[in-house]
């Protein structure tokens, strides 16, 4: 059942490294940013986590469980596309579908 997660925060892309005085070398001010409207329930009650420590995003979805790392170096030093990877990789490895459309996040468990 694919149901919608939460809006994309516009705001985040202000966060970005060169927007601000980030020098963490991932952006960690636009990865907290982007992925602080994640942490929700669904309607059907089933709660969403997702949370980023170092360099490791791990996404919670009811009783399934995922991780994922910002790779600069294999992936890109550009944070928007180190934290797609690392999110892709953590849904993978929880049996989770994660999909961006039209400025919202969907979520298949």
Do not use: F, W
Request: charged share 30%; glycine share 10%.
């Amino acid at each position: 059942m694919k149901s919608k997660l939460c809006d994309l925060n516009p705001a985040a892309k202000e966060k970005l490294p060169e927007h601000t005085q980030d020098k963490s070398g991932i952006g960690v001010h636009y990865v907290d940013a982007y992925i602080k409207p994640m942490n929700t329930k669904l309607e059907d009650g089933t709660a969403v986590r997702c949370k980023r420590r170092g360099l490791k995003i791990t996404l919670t979805a009811g009783g399934k469980k995922g991780e994922g790392l910002m790779r600069r170096l294999d992936v890109s030093s550009d944070p928007v596309v180190m934290l797609d990877a690392a999110l892709r990789e953590a849904a993978t490895a929880a049996g989770i579908g994660l999909t961006v459309e039209d400025g919202a996040m969907y979520i298949e468990i």
